[in-house]
């Protein structure tokens, strides 16, 4: 994931995924901006050995809560743990 992150061709990948109001949430999984990646850090770093064994499982709350501990945006969390959660239920096919 941090492959792109911040480099021309990861914006060029964010550009080509923009909706009409600018946003790009599903090329953030592919490829996120270095402040999204350095916030997905910050919260990987604070969550229990539980947390992020069980991230796939997280709740809408834990989520929430994992957020407001690590003074990050809520919504750019919910997307990468949505998006790691499609992953482990794909990968299980």
């Not at 064994?53 to 919910?78: C, F, G, P, R, Y």
């Amino acid at each position: 994931m941090a492959q792109f992150a911040g480099s021309e061709y990861g914006k060029m990948i964010r550009g080509k995924f923009k909706d009409i109001e600018g946003g790009s949430e599903l090329a953030m999984l592919a490829a996120p901006s270095v402040e999204e990646l350095e916030q997905l850090k910050t919260a990987v770093a604070i969550m229990t050995p539980s947390e992020k064994k069980n991230a796939d499982s997280l709740t809408d709350e834990q989520v929430q809560k994992i957020a407001d501990d690590a003074q990050i945006n809520t919504a750019n969390l919910a997307i990468f743990i949505n998006g790691y959660m499609l992953y482990c239920r794909n990968s299980r096919l």
